[in-house]
Protein backbone atom coordinates (compact mmCIF):
# COMPACT_ATOMS: atom_id res chain seq x y z
CA UNK A 1 0.00 0.00 0.00
CA UNK A 2 1.56 3.35 -1.38
CA UNK A 3 0.90 7.05 0.52
CA UNK A 4 -1.95 7.69 -1.65
CA UNK A 5 -3.44 4.86 -0.21
CA UNK A 6 -3.30 1.99 -3.38
CA UNK A 7 -2.82 -1.58 -2.74
CA UNK A 8 -0.39 -3.87 -5.61
CA UNK A 9 -2.09 -5.82 -6.97
CA UNK A 10 0.20 -8.99 -5.95
CA UNK A 11 3.47 -8.90 -3.99
CA UNK A 12 6.82 -9.96 -5.18
CA UNK A 13 8.64 -13.35 -3.66
CA UNK A 14 12.65 -14.14 -4.01
CA UNK A 15 13.92 -18.07 -3.83
CA UNK A 16 16.31 -18.86 -1.61
CA UNK A 17 18.20 -22.28 -2.50
CA UNK A 18 20.59 -23.41 0.80
CA UNK A 19 23.45 -25.20 -0.95
CA UNK A 20 24.61 -28.22 2.25
CA UNK A 21 27.89 -27.97 2.79
CA UNK A 22 30.00 -31.40 3.00
CA UNK A 23 30.63 -32.95 6.34
CA UNK A 24 34.15 -32.38 8.50
CA UNK A 25 37.27 -34.08 7.32
CA UNK A 26 39.02 -36.00 9.91
CA UNK A 27 42.73 -37.02 9.15
CA UNK A 28 44.67 -39.60 10.76
CA UNK A 29 48.37 -40.51 10.95
CA UNK A 30 49.32 -37.80 13.31
CA UNK A 31 52.93 -38.11 15.70
CA UNK A 32 56.49 -38.07 14.96
CA UNK A 33 58.16 -40.92 12.52
CA UNK A 34 61.17 -42.14 10.59
CA UNK A 35 61.58 -41.12 6.76
CA UNK A 36 58.40 -40.96 5.69
CA UNK A 37 54.23 -41.37 7.41
CA UNK A 38 50.98 -42.02 5.15
CA UNK A 39 48.24 -39.73 6.64
CA UNK A 40 44.67 -40.69 5.68
CA UNK A 41 41.32 -38.24 5.38
CA UNK A 42 37.65 -39.38 6.15
CA UNK A 43 34.33 -37.92 6.55
CA UNK A 44 33.66 -35.34 3.96
CA UNK A 45 30.06 -37.00 3.10
CA UNK A 46 28.51 -35.06 0.17
CA UNK A 47 31.68 -33.95 -1.30
CA UNK A 48 35.12 -34.78 -2.38
CA UNK A 49 38.25 -34.53 -0.46
CA UNK A 50 40.77 -32.93 -1.76
CA UNK A 51 44.50 -32.61 -0.17
CA UNK A 52 45.28 -29.02 0.27
CA UNK A 53 49.12 -29.44 1.97
CA UNK A 54 50.41 -27.46 4.70
CA UNK A 55 47.89 -24.64 4.01
CA UNK A 56 44.91 -24.08 6.35
CA UNK A 57 41.65 -22.84 5.08
CA UNK A 58 42.97 -23.80 1.21
CA UNK A 59 40.03 -24.37 -1.41
CA UNK A 60 42.80 -26.12 -4.44
CA UNK A 61 41.48 -28.69 -6.50
CA UNK A 62 44.50 -30.24 -7.55
CA UNK A 63 44.80 -32.59 -5.86
CA UNK A 64 41.47 -35.13 -5.02
CA UNK A 65 42.81 -37.62 -2.70
CA UNK A 66 42.04 -38.90 0.84
CA UNK A 67 45.85 -40.13 1.60
CA UNK A 68 49.19 -38.63 1.01
CA UNK A 69 52.92 -39.47 2.11
CA UNK A 70 54.31 -37.29 3.85
CA UNK A 71 58.18 -36.91 4.09
CA UNK A 72 58.82 -33.29 5.64
CA UNK A 73 57.50 -32.34 8.78
CA UNK A 74 54.43 -30.33 9.32
CA UNK A 75 50.92 -30.01 9.79
CA UNK A 76 49.11 -31.51 6.58
CA UNK A 77 45.11 -30.58 5.70
CA UNK A 78 42.02 -31.81 4.16
CA UNK A 79 38.91 -30.29 3.00
CA UNK A 80 36.27 -31.42 0.69
CA UNK A 81 33.65 -29.47 -1.59
CA UNK A 82 30.38 -29.82 -2.91
CA UNK A 83 29.48 -29.94 -6.64
CA UNK A 84 27.99 -27.02 -5.77
CA UNK A 85 31.20 -25.70 -4.83
CA UNK A 86 30.52 -25.81 -1.04
CA UNK A 87 33.49 -25.99 0.89
CA UNK A 88 33.16 -28.37 4.58
CA UNK A 89 35.44 -28.03 7.49
CA UNK A 90 38.77 -29.25 7.11
CA UNK A 91 40.69 -31.33 9.11
CA UNK A 92 44.25 -31.43 9.61
CA UNK A 93 47.30 -33.91 11.20
CA UNK A 94 50.52 -32.77 12.78
CA UNK A 95 53.35 -35.10 11.71
CA UNK A 96 57.10 -34.88 12.35
CA UNK A 97 59.34 -36.96 9.98
CA UNK A 98 62.92 -37.92 11.64
CA UNK A 99 65.24 -37.98 8.36
CA UNK A 100 67.06 -41.66 8.65
CA UNK A 101 70.92 -41.68 8.81
CA UNK A 102 72.93 -43.66 5.91
CA UNK A 103 76.41 -45.15 5.97
CA UNK A 104 78.37 -46.22 2.98
CA UNK A 105 82.24 -47.54 3.13
CA UNK A 106 83.53 -45.94 0.43
CA UNK A 107 86.74 -47.79 0.86
CA UNK A 108 88.30 -49.97 -2.26
CA UNK A 109 90.01 -53.19 -1.75
CA UNK A 110 93.03 -53.07 -0.10
CA UNK A 111 96.55 -55.13 -0.42
CA UNK A 112 98.59 -54.56 2.55
CA UNK A 113 101.68 -55.98 4.21
CA UNK A 114 101.05 -58.50 7.01
CA UNK A 115 100.79 -55.95 10.35
CA UNK A 116 100.06 -52.43 8.61
CA UNK A 117 97.04 -50.81 9.02
CA UNK A 118 94.47 -49.81 6.54
CA UNK A 119 92.21 -46.49 6.53
CA UNK A 120 88.67 -47.25 6.13
CA UNK A 121 86.36 -44.24 5.15
CA UNK A 122 82.84 -43.95 6.26
CA UNK A 123 80.76 -41.24 4.65
CA UNK A 124 77.70 -39.92 6.69
CA UNK A 125 74.14 -38.68 5.53
CA UNK A 126 71.71 -37.21 8.08
CA UNK A 127 71.15 -35.40 11.31
CA UNK A 128 72.62 -35.26 14.59
CA UNK A 129 74.99 -37.68 15.89
CA UNK A 130 75.48 -41.24 13.87
CA UNK A 131 76.40 -43.92 14.90
CA UNK A 132 76.79 -47.74 13.96
CA UNK A 133 79.14 -50.97 13.89
CA UNK A 134 81.61 -52.67 11.26
CA UNK A 135 81.40 -56.40 10.86
CA UNK A 136 84.40 -57.34 13.03
CA UNK A 137 82.11 -55.41 15.96
CA UNK A 138 84.34 -52.24 15.89
CA UNK A 139 82.46 -49.14 16.97
CA UNK A 140 82.24 -45.36 14.45
CA UNK A 141 80.50 -42.45 14.87
CA UNK A 142 80.55 -38.60 14.01
CA UNK A 143 78.09 -36.08 12.02
CA UNK A 144 77.08 -35.81 8.39
CA UNK A 145 80.02 -36.94 6.31
CA UNK A 146 83.53 -38.63 5.92
CA UNK A 147 84.70 -40.52 8.93
CA UNK A 148 87.94 -42.98 9.02
CA UNK A 149 88.56 -46.12 11.49
CA UNK A 150 92.19 -47.26 11.10
CA UNK A 151 92.60 -50.94 11.47
CA UNK A 152 95.44 -53.87 11.27
CA UNK A 153 94.22 -56.61 10.08
CA UNK A 154 95.68 -59.81 11.40
CA UNK A 155 93.65 -62.01 8.55
CA UNK A 156 93.03 -61.31 5.50
CA UNK A 157 89.22 -60.27 5.59
CA UNK A 158 86.51 -58.26 4.37
CA UNK A 159 85.27 -55.31 6.22
CA UNK A 160 81.01 -54.05 5.97
CA UNK A 161 79.01 -51.84 7.97
CA UNK A 162 76.36 -54.12 9.91
CA UNK A 163 74.11 -51.22 11.38
CA UNK A 164 73.98 -47.70 11.63
CA UNK A 165 71.49 -44.98 13.76
CA UNK A 166 71.06 -41.62 15.03
CA UNK A 167 69.86 -42.59 18.16
CA UNK A 168 65.99 -42.63 17.12
CA UNK A 169 65.83 -43.84 13.95
CA UNK A 170 67.91 -47.10 12.18
CA UNK A 171 69.69 -46.28 9.07
CA UNK A 172 70.61 -47.83 5.88
CA UNK A 173 74.20 -49.07 5.17
CA UNK A 174 76.26 -50.36 2.33
CA UNK A 175 79.87 -50.82 0.93
CA UNK A 176 82.73 -53.52 1.69
CA UNK A 177 86.12 -53.56 1.66
CA UNK A 178 88.33 -57.24 0.77
CA UNK A 179 91.61 -56.52 2.29
CA UNK A 180 94.30 -59.29 0.96
CA UNK A 181 97.84 -59.45 2.21
CA UNK A 182 100.47 -58.65 -0.60
CA UNK A 183 104.08 -60.59 -0.55
CA UNK A 184 102.99 -63.48 1.14
CA UNK A 185 106.21 -66.05 1.14
CA UNK A 186 106.69 -69.40 2.28
CA UNK A 187 109.74 -71.07 3.45
CA UNK A 188 110.81 -74.94 3.41
CA UNK A 189 114.21 -75.99 5.07
CA UNK A 190 113.91 -79.14 3.31
CA UNK A 191 113.65 -82.93 5.03
CA UNK A 192 115.73 -83.19 8.25
CA UNK A 193 119.00 -84.85 8.41
CA UNK A 194 120.94 -87.45 10.80
CA UNK A 195 125.10 -86.94 10.33
CA UNK A 196 128.22 -87.33 12.41
CA UNK A 197 129.41 -85.09 14.66
CA UNK A 198 131.94 -82.46 12.51
CA UNK A 199 130.37 -83.65 9.51
CA UNK A 200 128.40 -81.19 6.82
CA UNK A 201 125.18 -81.42 5.54
CA UNK A 202 123.35 -79.93 2.73
CA UNK A 203 120.17 -78.46 2.82
CA UNK A 204 118.21 -76.80 0.05
CA UNK A 205 115.32 -74.45 1.25
CA UNK A 206 111.98 -73.78 -0.79
CA UNK A 207 111.03 -70.03 -0.71
CA UNK A 208 108.09 -69.06 -2.13
CA UNK A 209 106.08 -65.41 -3.44
CA UNK A 210 109.98 -64.37 -4.47
CA UNK A 211 111.45 -62.06 -1.21
CA UNK A 212 114.02 -59.70 -1.31
CA UNK A 213 115.98 -61.30 1.65
CA UNK A 214 116.33 -65.21 3.05
CA UNK A 215 117.35 -65.49 6.65
CA UNK A 216 119.17 -69.40 7.65
CA UNK A 217 118.84 -69.54 11.39
CA UNK A 218 120.17 -72.46 13.29
CA UNK A 219 118.24 -73.58 16.81
CA UNK A 220 121.55 -75.46 18.59
CA UNK A 221 124.17 -72.95 17.07
CA UNK A 222 125.08 -74.54 13.51
CA UNK A 223 127.01 -72.07 11.43
CA UNK A 224 126.10 -71.88 7.68
CA UNK A 225 128.17 -71.82 4.81
CA UNK A 226 127.48 -70.75 1.23
Same mark, same amino acid.
Given at each position: ?56 ? *? !???? &?? @?? #??? =? /??? %?? +???? $? ?85 ? *? !???? &?? @?? #??? =? /??? %?? +???? $? ?37
Amino acid at each position: KNANGCESASSLATAVTVNPVPTAVTVSGAGTFCGSKTITASGGTGGTIYYQGTTSG *G !TSTA &TA @SS #SQT =I /TAS %GT +YYFR $ARSAAGCWGIEGSAAVTINQIPTATLTTGNQGICQGDPVTLSITLTGTGTISGFLSDGTSFSGTAGTITKVKTPSIETTYSITSVTN *G !TCAG &TF @SG #STV =I /TFK %GK +YTAD $AGADQTICPAAKASVIGIVTGDPTTTLWTSLTGGTFAD
